[in-house]
C-alpha cells in the first residue's frame, strides 16, 4: 500500500482496516481524506487478498466527527458542487464491491455518519453517538445522508434526525436499525473482526453479487429487482466456487473458496 497523510491500511489476513487517522482533528472529512481514502479503496479493490473491508477512526474519541469546517468557508456554491461530483469517499465506498463494515467508537457526527450509511454493516460501542447535525450550521446532509439515511431507518426517523440535528445513543440508534451490533469498548475491535472474518471466509464472487442484490433492492421496483436477483444467481453458476461449494456440502466438508 502507498503511504498516506490522513489514513492508515493495515492487512490482517483476508480483512483490511482503513483507519482515517486525523486524531487531533477527531478525524473530520477533509479533502485530503477523501483523496487518500478513494486511492486507498483503488488499492484495495484490486488486492485479491483482501475480502472484507473494515474503517474506523483513530483514538477512543470519535469515528468521524463530520466534515472539516474549516474548509466550508471560502467555498462557493459552485466550487462546492464540483467537490461533491468527484470520486468522494461516500459513493467509492458505496460502490465498493467487497462487503465493508464500519466499526464506530465515539462521535459518529454529519459526514461521518454519512460514511458509515455507505458501508454495508455499522457495528458500534456504547459511547457512538450519531447524528446528522448539518441543520445547526444552516445547511443540510450533502454527502449521501438524506438518500442513505432513510432508506436504512425510514422516513420519519430520518426527518427528525435531520430536522433536529440531535444526536442519538447507541441503543436509539441499534433500535432504529441505523446500527447492527453494539459491543463494550473493550471488544468491539475483537468482535467485529470476529464478524469481518466470518464473512470473508464465504465465497468472494457470491459476496460481492450478494451486496450487489441488496444495494439494488432498495434503489429499484420489486419486479426490476427480481429480474436482477436471477441474472446474478444465474452468474454464480459460472463459478469454481459455487462447484466447491456444492460438492463441499454432498461431502460433509467446510468448503475452501478460491474467488474463482
Do not use: W
Not at 44 to 58: C, K, M, P, S
Not at 143 to 160: H, I, P
Not at 182 to 199: D, H, P, Q, S, W
Request: proline share 3%; with cysteine; aromatic share 6%.
Amino acid at each position: 500500500m502507498a503511504n498516506y497523510e490522513t489514513i492508515t491500511v493495515e492487512k490482517r489476513n483476508s480483512v483490511a482496516i482503513l483507519t482515517i487517522n486525523r486524531p487531533d482533528k477527531l478525524n473530520s472529512l477533509n479533502t485530503k481524506v477523501h483523496e487518500e481514502g478513494v486511492n486507498a479503496l483503488d488499492e484495495l479493490r484490486n488486492d485479491n487478498e483482501v475480502r472484507v473491508l473494515v474503517i474506523t477512526g483513530a483514538g477512543e474519541k470519535s469515528f468521524i466527527a463530520g466534515a472539516d469546517i474549516s474548509e466550508f468557508a471560502e467555498r462557493t456554491p459552485v466550487t462546492q458542487r464540483n467537490t461533491f461530483y468527484q470520486r468522494t469517499l461516500f459513493n467509492s465506498i458505496d460502490a465498493f464491491p467487497k462487503p465493508v463494515i464500519a466499526m464506530v467508537n465515539g462521535f459518529c457526527l454529519g459526514g461521518g455518519n454519512e460514511l458509515a450509511l455507505a458501508c454495508d454493516l455499522r457495528i458500534c460501542s456504547p459511547n457512538a453517538k450519531f447524528s446528522q447535525p448539518e441543520i445547526n450550521l444552516g445547511l443540510m446532509p450533502g454527502g449521501g445522508g438524506t438518500q442513505r439515511l432513510t432508506r436504512l431507518v425510514g422516513e420519519g426517523r430520518s426527518m427528525e434526525i435531520m430536522l433536529t440535528g440531535d444526536m442519538i445513543d447507541a441503543e436509539t440508534a441499534y433500535n432504529f436499525g441505523l446500527v447492527n451490533h453494539v459491543y463494550e469498548a473493550g471488544e468491539l475491535e475483537a468482535k467485529t473482526l470476529e464478524l469481518a472474518n466470518k464473512i470473508a471466509e464465504k465465497a468472494p464472487i457470491a459476496l460481492q453479487l450478494c451486496k450487489e442484490a441488496v444495494k439494488f433492492a432498495s434503489r429499484s421496483n420489486l419486479d426490476e429487482g427480481l429480474r436482477r436477483e436471477v441474472d446474478l444467481f444465474a452468474i454464480c453458476f459460472s463459478t469454481e466456487d459455487k462447484t466447491e461449494g456444492v460438492a463441499a456440502f454432498l461431502e460433509k466438508r467446510k468448503p475452501v473458496f478460491k474467488g474463482k
